[in-house]
């Protein structure tokens, strides 16, 4: 049932900042990251044996690939991967660079109580396709725009990963 307030392409401005903000900082912190991990690392105490931990128990609800809340549509030549999880107020997920769905389960889990959480794998990435070319801001919010468009939603709330 498409939104009575439906206004396609809305806050695309805003989006591009924030995806550019983040393509731009990322390489500069993973690096700084990974050599203050090194750096700091504690000196680590001589082996010892120590019984087996179990391992971690997998997610309940596969995120990233969930035939049932997942679904594909078209635009610029690529078919982009999404799921929707819960009710309420759209609230977008963006996932970082060189992630998907999948990076996001615990924030999903946590807002779908809430929130109607649209989550989408950008293009080159995650189930969405390869497309030709760099990947640019500009093509990343152009995405976003046509998920919101496809859904026919406007959406109030954002949640995005940044490396700031």
């Not at 049932?1 to 392409?9: I, K």
């Not at 393509?23 to 504690?42: F, G, H, S």
């Not at 919010?141 to 990963?161: G, K, S």
């Amino acid at each position: 049932m498409p939104d009575s307030a439906y206004q396609p392409r809305l806050k695309r401005v805003n989006l591009t900042c924030v995806l550019c903000h983040w393509i731009v900082l990322l390489p500069a912190t993973v690096a700084l990251t990974l050599t203050l991990a090194v750096a700091c690392e504690p000196a680590k105490p001589p082996a010892t044996p120590t019984a087996a931990l179990p391992a971690p128990a997998a997610p309940a609800i596969p995120y990233g690939a969930n035939k049932a809340a997942g679904a594909t549509f078209g635009h610029d030549d690529v078919t982009l991967y999404y799921e929707t999880y819960g009710q309420g107020q759209p609230l977008l997920l963006v996932h970082g660079n060189s992630a998907s769905i999948a990076s996001l389960a615990a924030q999903i889990e946590c807002f779908k109580v809430h929130y109607k959480v649209i989550a989408m794998d950008s293009r080159d990435q995650g189930r969405s396709s390869d497309s030709e070319g760099p990947i640019t801001c500009e093509k990343m919010t152009d995405d976003l725009a046509a998920l919101l468009d496809h859904l026919q939603t406007v959406f109030r709330t954002r949640w995005r990963h940044s490396s700031r």
